[in-house]
């Protein structure tokens, strides 16, 4: 046994695998994925701490122990690292030149993860898009728009570009429908159906209550918006169809139109006759 477990599976000058080297790193890699999976329960049991920050926290440990796990498990094999980062520097100095993209995307990924200014579930609009955060990981944030694409953006892209966080401090977020309708229609009549079409409109929150703003004489019509606030920002859009076609309706039961541009020529009679009978 003693010697089936000291068998020299490869040699090369100092550096020797034997079949006890190769059973202690199995032996190593496994109780890393335990001592992991231990840590992963203990952050997700506490209740103190919201989901987003918990990821962030376990993420930033599950590297944090894989970078020492393979440090140690190259110990196991018997490397001699200081020969190795020592004879490494300057290559390491040239890789790191031609990486500095690479490298700023994983310095934006602790610094996303530490900060808490994007996180797991929040809705941000990054680049004219919506998209709720699915992942974030050390050099790439994976999203998911409101199409249902995910989206993988490199993590300058979050820390270098202004970003709008709709989650940042709170989970629901102000939205506004306009509208506009005809010059002759009752504008308190109006208002109280666009009044009645958002307090019975599922969805919207009713605190803060919904008001009602005319906001312009357009050219065409009184322009009117309604102001609300939603929880559910990533399917927002969905409810203000929703609005809309109670809002027509609505209109149509109370007999207001809602015009479409509309433009008035003038012309002089006489002239277009002199021109015509030259």
């Known amino acids: 046994m003693n010697e089936f477990l000291t068998y020299t599976l490869l040699k090369s ?21 335990i001592f992991l999976k231990i840590i992963k329960k203990t952050i997700y049991k506490t209740q103190k701490i919201d989901f987003a920050k918990k990821y962030s926290i376990y993420t930033l440990l599950r590297y944090f122990i894989l970078v020492f796990a393979f440090i140690f498990g190259l110990q196991f094999l018997g490397f001699n690292l ?23 995307d994983f310095v934006s990924g602790i610094v996303l993860l530490i900060d808490s200014s994007v996180k797991v579930n929040d809705i941000i609009e990054v ?25 993988i953006l490199p993590n300058t892209d979050l820390t270098h570009n202004q970003i709008i966080n ?47 703003r005319l906001t312009n004489f357009g050219d065409s019509s009184l322009d009117f918006s309604i102001i609300f606030w ?39 009679e006489k002239e277009i006759f002199n021109n015509n009978s030259k």
């Open 230 to 268: 939603c929880e559910n920002v990533f399917r927002v859009e969905s409810l203000k169809s929703e609005m809309r076609i109670k809002i027509f309706q609505l209109f149509k039961e109370s007999n207001i139109t809602i015009p479409f541009p509309q433009s008035v020529i003038h012309f002089n």
């Open 127 to 151: 680049n004219g898009l919506v998209c709720i955060v699915k992942e974030i990981n050390l050099r790439t944030t994976t999203v998911l728009t409101r199409d249902d694409k995910y989206i």
């Open 166 to 212: 709709w989650t940042h401090n709170n989970l629901s977020s102000r939205f506004e429908v306009n509208v506009g309708v005809d010059y002759n229609s009752d504008v308190t009549l109006v208002m109280d159906i666009l009044q009645q079409a958002v307090d019975e409109q599922l969805g919207v929150q009713k605190d803060p209550k919904p008001f009602i």
């Open 82 to 104: 200081s020969v190795l980062v020592a004879g490494s520097a300057a290559l390491l100095v040239g890789v790191g030149l031609g990486l500095q993209n690479l490298f700023s």
């Open 13 to 33: 000058g100092h550096f020797t695998i034997t079949v006890t080297s190769i059973l202690m790193i199995v032996t190593f890699i496994f109780g890393t994925l």
